[in-house]
């Protein structure tokens, strides 16, 4: 299996050099399912989600693929629909609010005039697929109280297997991986939020 999604990603690499013009295919995370108890509460503890960084190469808009220890390619055909760092974001808002009566979590704007809430910073360092047949969501998330002192900061890393060959099934163990990430944080913060309550 890991071989075959290395061919498959050299192969891709490659089409553009046929007489036919390669087909080109987007790809967006599977969607967070919405709970019903996912609802905001005057007793909540606001925290405002920053853009979620990216590290330059998976910016890109291709889906990035190591293809060994020290070498990654981006994809030409296999790109993200939407930009992946407001893919993420967006997961991640959705995600957080998810069965929370501790905390509640917005997107940051320009607009947003809001000093006494906490900040969560999330900075992904890794995410793509593996010549070892998985995918890897790794990075670091810090949050910050209401005068920017850091609360906690913790790295993060979880490989999620491929069940099938292929750019689909990377998408899909991606958004597994990033499923994990959304559990762990929602874990840290409901334990921080009762501390930043306290202050």
Same mark, same amino acid.
């Given at each position: /299996?890991? #071989?075959?999604?290395?061919?498959?990603?050299?192969?891709?690499?490659?089409?553009?050099?046929?007489?036919?013009?390669?087909?080109?295919?987007? $790809?967006?995370?599977? *969607?967070? *399912?919405?709970?019903?108890?996912? &609802?905001?509460?005057?007793?909540?503890?606001?925290? #405002?989600?920053? !853009?979620?960084? /990216? &590290? %330059?190469?998976?910016?890109?808009?291709?889906? #990035?693929?190591?293809?060994? !220890? @020290?070498?990654?390619?981006?994809?030409?055909?296999?790109?993200?629909?939407? %930009?992946?760092? @407001?893919?993420?974001?967006?997961?991640?808002?959705?995600?957080?609010?998810?069965?929370?009566?501790? $905390?509640?979590? #917005?997107?940051?704007?320009?607009?947003?005039?809001? !000093?006494?809430?906490? @900040?969560?910073?999330? %900075?992904?360092?890794?995410?793509?697929?593996?010549?070892?047949?998985?995918?890897?969501?790794?990075?670091?998330?810090?949050?910050?109280?209401?005068?920017?002192?850091?609360?906690?900061?913790? *790295?993060?890393?979880?490989?999620? *297997?491929? %069940?099938? &060959?292929? $750019? @689909?099934?990377?998408?899909?163990?991606?958004?597994?991986?990033? &499923?994990?990430?959304?559990?762990?944080?929602?874990?840290?913060?409901?334990?921080?939020?009762? /501390?930043?309550?306290?202050?």
């Amino acid at each position: /299996m890991k #071989v075959l999604l290395a061919v498959t990603v050299i192969l891709s690499l490659l089409a553009g050099c046929g007489a036919k013009a390669p087909q080109t295919k987007s $790809y967006l995370l599977e *969607p967070v *399912p919405i709970k019903a108890n996912a &609802d905001y509460k005057a007793s909540k503890l606001i925290i #405002v989600l920053a !853009p979620v960084g /990216m &590290d %330059n190469l998976l910016g890109s808009k291709g889906i #990035v693929y190591q293809t060994s !220890p @020290t070498e990654a390619v981006v994809a030409q055909q296999h790109l993200w629909a939407e %930009n992946i760092s @407001t893919q993420l974001s967006n997961r991640l808002l959705v995600g957080l609010r998810q069965g929370q009566n501790r $905390y509640w979590v #917005v997107q940051s704007s320009p607009q947003m005039n809001m !000093p006494e809430v906490a @900040t969560l910073l999330v %900075n992904v360092q890794k995410f793509n697929g593996s010549y070892q047949g998985y995918a890897e969501v790794a990075g670091e998330w810090s949050l910050l109280d209401s005068q920017g002192e850091l609360l906690k900061s913790q *790295p993060f890393s979880f490989k999620e *297997p491929l %069940n099938s &060959d292929g $750019y @689909t099934a990377l998408v899909n163990a991606l958004s597994k991986a990033t &499923d994990r990430l959304i559990a762990g944080l929602s874990h840290e913060l409901s334990g921080l939020a009762i /501390m930043t309550n306290g202050q």
